[in-house]
């Protein structure tokens, strides 16, 4: 593609060697680079040779996220995700088109949209919390994961029959569950109908199947101005006769629903685990769900998404050459905010090992130091209801019970997110 010369130093280790580094290890790989390295690097993967430059600095991630969207693309830096997540997802489009799918998209995600959810987010958490054995451990993350997916079907999908609910819970479940290299995987056509590659395209057509009945039924529904699940709201969106297709609908909720299931339930395991690991901490957190303060319960829920990021960057491909942060880059360029990096920075957060909600409390971080949902016109969609619904989640809990950690906890990827080794074990009273 260029010269290596071209481009920031970087290590010299084989591609595999680079992408298992990056996949599997990064938690420990990526803050090697970066005390090597500095806060730019060069590193190269496989299948198909890609080359990406990281970068830590919080105004080198602004110029990624202010960048003409034309030249730097996020659609085409995300294409591992489309044999799951469709051609027409948010994600993956760029230019005119992600343009349009995210002005249809918007107004299901509006303040007064949110405000509407709210409730039936709190009803599942309190039937799901009190479900719940005192006394028992229990792995936070696989209830979290329980409840954040019943709030995607049921809040997002608007399903409301059992025996679909039934058919679907097993299947996101094993979509979720894939190894990276299923991912990595799919982009060898030779790959897709042989051993784990097959079965995961397998689950994807099931899953597809289930998608599309759903759809169809709603369509044909005569209560469509009384529902006001995100399915319903996007099925309404009328811009001028502009409407989703059943495709387009498809591949948006299957989007939202790996995007916005695993992200949020991992970030509140994370919370919770943290949480049971102070005494002071835990009186403290209590205490802002017993008031209401809804602040409060935000700024944990930020602090463990800063702390144990989910996704360890944000990815564009530059379809021109390129200065960024004073560096010349070519054409075909994957360049990448580093989330990983950004947020472990001294610079940016005092005593970055550190868990402290109070970070933000009486003011924000500086701008692109927290970048959990990206930022600029490709920010998460679905930030605003990943925080409304993480808050709600967490008031029930912390009303209800005392939360103690068990054991200790690192980070070790699934699919492409990052999640707690052992399910980040709580025992509750």
Same mark, same amino acid.
């Given at each position: !593609?260029?010269?290596?010369?071209?481009?920031?130093?970087?290590?010299?280790?084989?591609?595999?060697?680079?992408?298992?580094?990056?996949?599997?290890?990064?938690?420990?790989?990526?803050?090697?680079?970066?005390?090597?390295?500095?806060?730019?690097?060069?590193?190269?993967?496989?299948?198909?040779?890609?080359?990406?430059?990281?970068?830590?600095?919080?105004?080198?991630?602004?110029?990624?996220?202010?960048?003409?969207?034309?030249?730097?693309?996020?659609?085409?830096?995300?294409?591992?995700?489309?044999?799951?997540?469709?051609?027409?997802?948010?994600?993956?489009?760029?230019?005119?088109?992600?343009?349009?799918?995210?002005?249809?998209?918007?107004?299901?995600?509006?303040?007064?949209?949110?405000?509407?959810?709210?409730?039936?987010?709190?009803?599942?958490?309190?039937?799901?919390?009190?479900?719940?054995?005192?006394?028992?451990?229990?792995?936070?993350?696989?209830?979290?994961?329980?409840?954040?997916?019943?709030?995607?079907?049921?809040?997002?999908?608007?399903?409301?029959?059992?025996?679909?609910?039934?058919?679907?819970?097993?299947?996101?479940?094993?979509?979720?569950?894939?190894?990276?290299?299923?991912f990595l995987g799919s982009l060898v056509p030779r790959l897709r109908?042989?051993? !784990?590659?097959?079965?995961?395209?397998?689950?994807?057509?099931?899953?597809?199947?289930?998608?599309?009945?759903?759809?169809?039924?709603?369509?044909?529904?005569?209560?469509?101005?009384?529902?006001?699940?995100?399915? #319903?709201?996007?099925?309404?969106?009328?811009?001028?006769?502009?409407?989703? #297709?059943?495709?387009?609908?498809?591949?948006?909720?299957?989007?939202?629903?790996?995007?916005?299931?695993?992200? #949020?339930?991992?970030?509140?395991?994370?919370?919770?685990?943290?949480?049971?690991?102070?005494?002071?901490?835990?009186?403290?957190?209590?205490?802002?769900?017993?008031?209401?303060?809804?602040?409060?319960?935000?700024?944990?829920?930020?602090?463990?998404?800063?702390?144990?990021?989910?996704?360890?960057?944000?990815?564009?491909?530059?379809?021109?050459?390129?200065?960024?942060?004073?560096?010349?880059?070519?054409?075909?360029?994957?360049?990448?905010?580093?989330?990983?990096?950004?947020?472990?920075?001294?610079?940016?957060?005092?005593?970055?090992?550190?868990?402290?909600?109070?970070?933000?409390?009486?003011?924000?971080?500086?701008?692109? #130091?927290?970048?959990?949902?990206?930022?600029?016109?490709?920010?998460?969609?679905?930030?605003?209801?990943?925080?409304?619904?993480?808050?709600?989640?967490?008031?029930?809990?912390?009303?209800?019970?005392?939360?103690?950690?068990?054991?200790?906890?690192?980070?070790?990827?699934?699919?492409?997110?990052?999640?707690?080794?052992?399910?980040?074990?709580?025992?509750?009273?």
């Open positions: !593609m260029h010269r290596t010369t071209a481009l920031p130093p970087g290590p010299r280790l084989p591609r595999l060697v680079q992408s298992i580094g990056m996949m599997r290890m990064r938690h420990r790989f990526v803050p090697w680079l970066h005390r090597r390295y500095g806060d730019v690097i060069t590193v190269r993967l496989v299948p198909s040779p890609r080359t990406v430059v990281l970068f830590a600095d919080p105004s080198a991630v602004r110029e990624i996220f202010a960048g003409d969207p034309d030249v730097f693309h996020a659609g085409e830096a995300n294409s591992i995700l489309a044999p799951v997540m469709g051609e027409h997802s948010l994600l993956l489009v760029d230019g005119a088109e992600h343009r349009r799918s995210r002005a249809l998209l918007t107004p299901a995600f509006s303040g007064r949209a949110l405000r509407g959810y709210a409730d039936l987010v709190t009803g599942l958490a309190k039937t799901e919390v009190g479900a719940w054995r005192p006394g028992v451990p229990f792995p936070a993350l696989e209830r979290m994961n329980a409840l954040t997916l019943e709030v995607i079907l049921r809040v997002v999908f608007g399903v409301t029959d059992e025996t679909r609910l039934a058919r679907l819970r097993p299947l996101v479940r094993e979509l979720v569950e894939v190894s990276p290299l299923v109908s042989v051993g !784990m590659w097959r079965r995961a395209a397998q689950r994807t057509a099931a899953l597809d199947a289930l998608v599309y009945e759903e759809i169809a039924e709603r369509r044909a529904g005569h209560d469509l101005d009384e529902r006001t699940d995100v399915l #319903t709201r996007l099925i309404r969106v009328d811009d001028g006769g502009d409407r989703l #297709t059943d495709a387009e609908l498809r591949d948006q909720l299957v989007t939202l629903l790996l995007a916005g299931h695993e992200t #949020t339930a991992t970030a509140l395991a994370w919370t919770l685990y943290e949480v049971g690991r102070d005494p002071d901490l835990r009186a403290w957190a209590r205490d802002a769900a017993r008031t209401g303060d809804e602040d409060r319960l935000e700024a944990l829920v930020k602090e463990s998404m800063r702390l144990h990021p989910v996704i360890p960057m944000v990815v564009r491909v530059l379809t021109a050459p390129t200065t960024l942060a004073g560096v010349d880059l070519p054409s075909g360029t994957t360049v990448a905010a580093s989330i990983l990096l950004a947020h472990s920075r001294a610079e940016s957060h005092e005593d970055p090992a550190a868990f402290r909600p109070e970070r933000f409390l009486g003011g924000q971080p500086a701008p692109n #130091t927290w970048i959990p949902f990206g930022g600029g016109v490709r920010r998460c969609i679905g930030a605003g209801f990943s925080l409304m619904e993480a808050v709600a989640v967490l008031r029930e809990v912390l009303v209800e019970y005392d939360v103690e950690t068990v054991g200790t906890e690192e980070p070790r990827v699934r699919n492409i997110t990052s999640v707690p080794r052992h399910g980040a074990r709580i025992s509750v009273r």
